[in-house]
């Protein structure tokens, strides 16, 4: 059920005739006693009487009377001992500010828009306290993201001077300083300043003012360079902006993108190569020549390429797939040697187990298990199954060591639940039950002052 608004019981003609003074200091007694029906009522007495020469000024007004809600707050000894602004009633409060405002930007009063959110962008830096928590932080978040759609929106408004909106990007930019956007980085305000501009001003202008702010920028604003020096039609100054970025991911990979999609595979292909060159080959470098070289139906590149995918990719074996299904049969042993002997031992343990498992190189496979340094336990338990019997031994072995071991070191709960669930995972490998039997003997003779141990085996009969 909807709250019913309190100051809608107080009859708006006896108000009428109540001096101005006898409100006031009935609306700090009221505060006194509850503050949240305070607030209620000044701002619903400012609303209905209260006469402001402009719209701008009225909302200005509004915002201000959003930072006076007060609520308690915890104080460290547990107490609410401490008073300070009610984040979320100024935030929600915001957002009802700008729901009123949107009307206005229909109407193209977009400079309203702006000053009004600047309003609170100033005001926020005056007020703001050290009572910003998680959820509050989110929603000042959630609230400036709306700030760029709507400023973006205002800026594009030719109903108000370009002199006003850089009176606008003006307080942006000294905005972007303060010290609450500084402490908090709740929003990149000088992203929202940057859309702001590229919006307000013609190209040409936006586009100086990039130039001036990019010795100290990233790749976002190279991005936008490259937009605005394509809408003005330059493009020789653009490319030389490219292929003088070629580490620069955010303009390179779209404008491969866009090559290869309008038909012009190899300027595509040229420029992938040159990217890869300066920034080496990345993964999404080399996607996208994969691609590319498939629609040249080029073979020879599509294994080659998927000869350095399959190398820089390890998390699955779908590029070593596509390799081995691409080569022909004749030359796969060479390719598989060739790949293989490239792949590090140590560092690329895991990743070469899979490729013996899953060329049936099983001799490898064993040859990397028994000279592992960190894996060889984990990789035992994975691969044993499929290995020739007459490693199984060994194996076992030094398997049983390792949990022989783990077991003397092992004293927390959580570890003997971890310790029993290997254990009943070795038991269940072809051959292992015995090994298992002998060690849990050997742990129930030599530990039964651990009875959480004894406890977390009970499984095992």
Known sequence: MKRKNKTALVPKKLLEQVPPEELRK??????????DYACELNDWLCENFVQFPSLEEKFANRVERLFTRMEKKMGWNGKYNEYGI???AVTRGMGDVL??????????????????????????????????????????????????????????????????????LRELRQASHYSIYKKYNFYPIKSLCVDFMLTALPPEQAYMELIRLEPCAGGDLLRHRVNILRKLGREEELQKTILSNLRCDEIVFPEIERLRDAGKLS?????????????????????????????????SAVIETLYQLALKIQRSLYYYKKLKGAVPSADWASMYDRLTGQLDRRKNEAYLASIYAAENDLDRLYQLIIQSHDNRFSLTMEYLP??????????????????RDWVSKVNKSKEYAKFAKTLIQFSRLPGGAPYVTELLAHIRTTYKRRPSLLEALRDFH
Do not use: C
């Open 26 to 35: 009935f609306v700090q007694k009221q505060a006194q006693r509850n503050t």
């Open 86 to 88: 009610n984040w979320t």
């Open 99 to 168: 729901d009123t405002l949107k009307p206005e930007l229909e109407k193209g009063n977009g400079r309203l828009v702006a000053r009004t959110i600047l309003k609170f962008i100033h005001t926020l830096q005056e007020k703001a306290d050290s009572t910003i928590d998680e959820d509050e932080y989110l929603e000042l978040s959630d609230l400036h993201e709306e700030f760029a759609e709507i400023l973006e929106e205002s800026a594009s408004s030719e109903s108000w001077s370009l002199k006003e909106k850089l009176d606008v």
């Open 267 to 299: 300027e595509a292909r040229d420029l992938v190569n040159k990217q890869m060159s300066a920034g080496g080959r990345s993964e999404q470098s080399l996607k996208l020549l994969l691609d590319i070289v498939k629609r040249q139906d080029d073979q």
């Open 386 to 403: 499929i290995l020739p019997e007459k490693y199984h031994p060994e194996l076992f072995q030094y398997g049983i060591a390792v949990m």
